[in-house]
T-cell receptor
Framework: QKEVEQNSGPLSVPEGAIASLNCTYSDRGSQSFFWYRQYSGKSPELIMFIYSNGDKEDGRFTAQLNKASQYVSLLIRDSQPSDSATYLCAVPPDTGRRALTFGSGTRLQVQP | DVKVTQSSRYLVKRTGEKVFLECVQDMDHENMFWYRQDPGLGLRLIYFSYDVKMKEKGDIPEGYSVSREKKERFSLILESASTNQTSMYLC???????????FGPGTRLTVL
């Protein structure tokens, strides 16, 4: 079974700083990776996904994938208190039918 | 926009009751999923369905059953609710051929 590991945190950063969230995965064959954001008491919402090595940018968010080292990162620039949430990393299943495998999430706190 | 809805945001039931949780998606997605989420345990897959009347067990199916009579609707059934089934229940759906899952708002179930 695929495994996805995340530091549970909390990761605390001051407002305006860069928050760096990391995720490692066990299956070298994984081709795509997903980042979800989950506010307390709410359901996960997709932020971005990445398929290829390197960086993918979307606004203040940058996903970085390093397949050789089997980790994927999410950088949040100019962090805002509204970014305070739990961030979940996920990898797709081995077959087309099963569900994403999620990490346990990293809680981010942005201090005003 | 993909829309996944769940019948209740909050639900309180008594031990031994039969409980139905309903999920509806409006994007004609083939795949639908039920998870539960508990502090420290992350998202755990209960059941999923890849077509009408088709279902497969996830990682923690014990004590649950599911029904998918129509493509847009996926129901989770607790045959005899127990206190250890108190949790946040999350439904998700996904288009066939895509890895991206979209979540409903969640149902927080309390079993007394």
């Amino acid at each position: 079974q695929k495994e996805v590991e995340q530091n549970s945190g909390p990761l605390s950063v001051p407002e305006g700083a860069i928050a760096s969230l990391n995720c490692t995965y066990s299956d070298r064959g994984s081709q795509s990776f997903f980042w979800y954001r989950q506010y307390s008491g709410k359901s996960p919402e997709l932020i971005m996904f990445i398929y290829s090595n390197g960086d993918k940018e979307d606004g203040r968010f940058t996903a970085q994938l390093n397949k050789a080292s089997q980790y994927v990162s999410l950088l949040i620039r100019d962090s805002q208190p509204s970014d305070s949430a739990t961030y979940l990393c996920a990898v797709p299943p081995d077959t087309g039918r099963r569900a994403l495998t999620f990490g346990s999430g990293t809680r981010l706190q942005v201090q005003p | 926009d993909v829309k996944v809805t769940q019948s209740s945001r909050y639900l309180v039931k008594r031990t031994g009751e039969k409980v139905f949780l309903e999920c509806v998606q409006d994007m004609d997605h083939e795949n639908m999923f039920w998870y539960r989420q508990d502090p420290g345990l992350g998202l755990r897959l209960i059941y999923f369905s890849y077509d009408v009347k088709m279902k497969e067990k996830g990682d923690i199916p014990e004590g649950y059953s599911v029904s998918r009579e129509k493509k847009e609707r996926f129901s989770l059934i607790l045959e005899s609710a127990s206190t250890n089934q108190t949790s946040m229940y999350l439904c998700a759906s996904r288009q066939g051929g895509s890895d991206t899952q979209y979540f409903g708002p969640g149902t927080r179930l309390t079993v007394l």
